[in-house]
């Protein structure tokens, strides 16, 4: 593998003037640094971008490169998240590439973890993890509901959320880069993309990132809807899906494990809002190539 020196750190972010700086020192004290660190903004209306100009002045040793693009924005384009990362990664430097969000917290090893698959040249994809930041009562029972147990997690077909990711940047470009019509869904669809021209995955379960899962039922079933529409317009693992649904009118319950079954009530809505975002993305669906 060429150094780690050599691979670029990218990620989005829109209006996170409250938490961008939590992200920045948490990739501040990381065992090792990039070799370019650049961040798409899509247009932000609040103090993100001088929040970030600051800190990159005052840590130059972390190399952090401020892209302003308001077409990666959700006010003009349908894929803001997508776009900004495509505009990332087109600017990098680094043939290697490892992929965060700005709302997350990074271990302080999860960069160098997230790298180091690479020094196997087979490597092209590498699978990071992630665990929920937990906060309040309804934090922990959503992510008792949600969030596989690593455990249990099928490392050969794991589809890994681009929270946590790394790849060569020649498997971007064999797929077209990430699929720019929904805003949510994108990574999933950019996963199978890459898995159907063979590129070839590492499942790194010590590089994981804390994430904020829904503070409140409120914003769960609001994050529940979004997750289903976009992959009811994308058609995601269509089959699946559909079969998915049809358990809305049947004891799904039975196929929890015990840990899920104790917040029975709220799993079950959180199916339903999901379901319902499929239902009505299908009725919704984007032209274009995914």
Avoid at 16 to 41: C, G, P
Avoid at 49 to 65: D, F, H, M, P, T
Avoid at 258 to 280: E, P
Wanted: aromatic letters at 16%; one cysteine or more.
């Amino acid at each position: 593998m060429e150094d780690v020196k050599k691979v670029t750190l990218i990620t989005t972010l829109y209006n996170e003037e409250k938490s961008i700086l939590n992200f920045l020192e948490s990739y501040r004290k990381q065992t090792q640094y990039a070799y370019e660190f650049i961040i798409v903004d899509g247009g932000s209306s609040d103090a993100t971008v001088e929040i970030i100009e600051e800190y990159a002045l005052k840590y130059v040793e972390l190399k952090i490169r401020v892209i302003v693009d308001s077409r990666c924005s959700k006010k003009y384009v349908n894929g803001p998240i997508a776009r900004g990362r495509n505009v990332a990664i087109e600017s990098a430097k680094s043939e290697y590439i490892a992929i965060t969000d700005a709302g997350c917290i990074l271990d302080e090893v999860w960069f160098e973890e997230i790298v180091d698959p690479f020094k196997d040249k087979n490597v092209d994809i590498v699978a990071g993890w992630y665990k929920a930041n937990i906060t309040n009562t309804f934090q922990q029972k959503f992510a008792d509901i949600l969030m596989p147990e690593l455990e249990s997690v099928d490392r050969k077909n794991f589809l890994p959320s681009s929270r946590s990711l790394a790849l060569k940047k020649s498997c971007w470009k064999s797929v077209g880069g990430y699929p720019t019509l929904t805003y949510t869904a994108e990574d999933t669809q950019f996963d199978l993309n890459l898995k159907k021209v063979g590129c070839k995955f590492y499942f790194a379960e010590k590089a994981f990132v804390y994430w904020d899962v829904p503070f409140n039922i409120k914003e769960a079933r609001t994050k529940l809807f979004s997750y289903g529409y976009g992959e009811g317009q994308l058609k995601l693992e269509f089959i699946k899906n559909i079969f998915k649904t049809f358990f809305i009118f049947f004891p799904y319950h039975i196929f929890l494990s015990k840990q899920k079954r104790k917040h029975i009530y709220l799993s079950y809505n959180m199916f339903l809002y999901n379901r319902f975002g499929f239902i009505k993305g299908l009725f919704n669906t984007v032209k274009g190539k995914s």
